[in-house]
């Protein structure tokens, strides 16, 4: 008998016998860990459990909410005469919340009497079904709020020559008026007027987060640099088209002969995804470390919960987790003229 028709079995007869739970465990733990490994957004900010003892009621709902604290502001120090005492500056932090919410995937069902017809392991055909709903339930929302954050301010107009020069040839977020995107589409539509993917144009983009936002005299400026760079495995293809003179002679050989399985570029950590609806072609996301960045808390992990009425097998998994961005800053995005849809 193969493996997979043993696991079957044993998957069956802990049915058969009203173990339940232990089929809960070994499906529990198989998911758990494949879930984690292929989230792109547990890869940008890995989960951190939280208990109801680590959040605080609030009077708009009865739902989990996490409170994080927000590093505090300050000016820097200035020189001032002898005999000078400084002036005051009461300490007062800021908090942003983590809504927690319920994810869970369609609930499978399947008559008992025709799994034992499989050749192959029928948790697997559950996990993939169940991971990518999974995935999508997380990763859609997580990358709608970054471009949100990224997104201009809708009241301007960025044909007006006096809107480019107060944002440096780019567009302002209109959450924090910072530029965070730089588009080489256009020569016009970044500092450098650059156009095309280049080792010019990616190292350029990446100075989107070092440069320094905010009036010194009020607090000290906000400077980040890029931790995890996110695009879609047709744009990271284009690495494979630089010279040996921009990336070197033997990751350009081994690009030619094995592909893209290289995840670093120019010092940078590079994730890549087939996922390109939602990292579209010639987008580039650049996003800060994670505690530079937001929480991602999660108060149950995915676990599946399985019935077993009469001959009929239900299963599906659900999970209760928040992701709150505290720093918007944290995020930049590049786009190049490649590949668009």
Known sequence: MSNSAVLNSQFLA??????????????????????????????????RKVTWADCTKQLDTDHPVLVVEKEVSQPLSVSVPFGSLPANQYI???????????????????????????????REVFKDNAIKDHMTAEDVPFFRLVND??????????????????????????????????????????????VGFSKE???SSLTIMSRGY???????????????????????????????????????????SEGLTVDTFFGKRFLFTIKD?????????????????GVFAEMEEPT???????????????????????NAFGLAKAIFPILKN
């Open 14 to 47: 802990k049915i058969a016998a009203g173990d339940i739970k232990g089929a809960q465990e070994a499906s529990t733990d198989f998911t758990r860990l494949t879930l984690r490994e292929e989230g792109l957004l547990r890869k940008i900010l890995p989960p």
């Open 92 to 122: 007062r932090g800021s908090r942003y919340r983590v809504d927690m919410a319920r994810t869970h995937t369609r609930n499978f069902t399947k008559d008992k009497s025709e799994l034992g017809g499989y050749d192959y392991d029928i």
């Open 149 to 194: 954050i990224i997104a201009a301010d809708p009241t301007k107009d960025p044909s007006d020559p006096l809107y480019q020069a107060a944002t440096q040839a780019g567009v302002t977020s209109a959450m924090t008026g910072k530029v965070q995107m730089y588009d080489f589409t256009a020569a016009n539509k970044n500092p450098y007027g650059l």
């Open 201 to 203: 144009s990616v190292i």
């Open 214 to 256: 905010g009036d010194p005299t009020k607090s000290t400026p906000i400077r980040l640099v890029p931790d995890l760079i996110v695009m879609n495995v047709n744009t990271g293809l284009e690495f494979a088209k630089l010279l040996p003179t921009d990336i070197g002679r033997p990751l350009a050989e081994k690009m030619a």
């Open 277 to 293: 609806d939602l990292v579209k072609d010639g987008e580039m996301y650049q996003f800060a470390k994670p505690q530079f960045l």
């Open 304 to 326: 599946l919960f399985l019935e077993d009425r009469a001959f009929m097998l239900e299963y599906f998994i659900y999970s209760m987790q928040g992701c709150s961005i505290g």
